[in-house]
């Protein structure tokens, strides 16, 4: 998985540079520009090509949609759940919805990349099926063949054509379902880690003790903390967390809940309390992110 080490990154503080991002020396970005008249499934948001020979970083907090990041050429230094991962050329990252990131280039800084975003009304229960709803770094045989991907994606989306779309959007799905075939097959700790991952996501209003979580699976707590620390770099209970409050981010963008409501809704009986765990894990209280989703 590349370089990993324990770090003292906080997302807190990754959003405070002033800095803007260096002149690129070639991009290439493509946005989605069909109406949004229908939401579909699954279609890809975003396609760039980047690529950079100064010094950069990047922060972004609760995704909106999937990154897949293909690094064709170079390295790159990513930041995600307290944890640094050097990602390597012939590597590809991959960051689920809501998930939070910061990166930056080495000294050399030179590095060549494929970036898609994917959105859609089914995108979660896509990827969770696919097992590609968690930060995962895989192997990419031939990174180049990315490329091809991208610039099929290029034309079909600059060009606009809504006779396009059904290649369009099965284009989106082949790269998901080409992703899930890199994951490592026959690992029963993968297969018990992604059913542990859908307990810990579901009925977020109840309190589930990791001593819990354990026994339902047959499991000691102490191998269900190595499972989650080896897999995933976080704690069960940091797992949970951040799946509360990525679950609180969508109400607050999403929904007229009240901050009140939403904190009963996912198990606090104490609005204060909820307040400063959203802004400990995220860096910005409930109130700022309703507020910046109201801002014309």
Not at 204 to 228: C, D, N, Q, V, Y
Not at 261 to 284: D, K, M, P, W
Request: hydrophobic share 40%.
């Amino acid at each position: 998985m590349g370089r990993k080490q324990k770090t003292k990154y906080s997302r807190q503080n990754v959003t405070r540079h002033p800095e803007p991002l260096p002149p690129l020396n070639f991009l290439r970005r493509e946005l989605w520009k069909f109406s949004a008249d229908t939401e579909y499934p699954l279609y890809p948001f975003c396609v760039e090509e980047v690529i950079r020979t100064n010094r950069s970083w990047f922060s972004e907090q609760f995704c909106r949609f999937m990154i897949v990041v293909v690094v064709v050429e170079g390295s790159i230094l990513y930041q995600f759940q307290e944890e640094e991962h050097l990602i390597t050329a012939g590597k590809i990252l991959i960051i689920p919805l809501n998930g939070s990131y910061f990166f930056q280039t080495g000294k050399a800084g030179r590095f060549h990349k494929i970036v898609f975003q994917f959105k859609g009304a089914n995108l979660s229960s896509i990827t969770e099926r696919l097992k590609l709803n968690r930060y995962l770094i895989l192997d990419a045989p031939d990174p180049r063949e990315w490329i091809g991907y991208a610039h099929e994606l290029f034309g079909m989306i600059h060009e606009k054509n809504r006779e396009d779309l059904p290649l369009l959007l099965g284009k989106a799905y082949e790269c998901l379902v080409k992703l899930s075939l890199l994951i490592p097959l026959g690992k029963d700790r993968s297969t018990l880690l992604a059913q542990v991952q859908t307990f810990l996501e579901s009925d977020l209003e109840r309190k589930i003790s990791m001593k819990e979580t354990a026994r339902k699976f047959g499991i000691s707590p102490i191998t269900l903390l190595r499972l989650f620390r080896a897999r995933l770099s976080i704690t069960p209970n940091r797992y949970r967390i951040e799946r509360k409050m990525a679950r609180a981010h969508y109400l607050l963008t999403h929904t007229a809940l009240s901050i009140k409501e939403i904190a009963f809704a996912l198990g606090y009986c104490n609005q204060l309390y909820f307040s400063q765990e959203f802004h400990r894990v995220t860096g910005h209280t409930p109130s700022q992110v309703r507020s910046w989703e109201r801002t014309p």
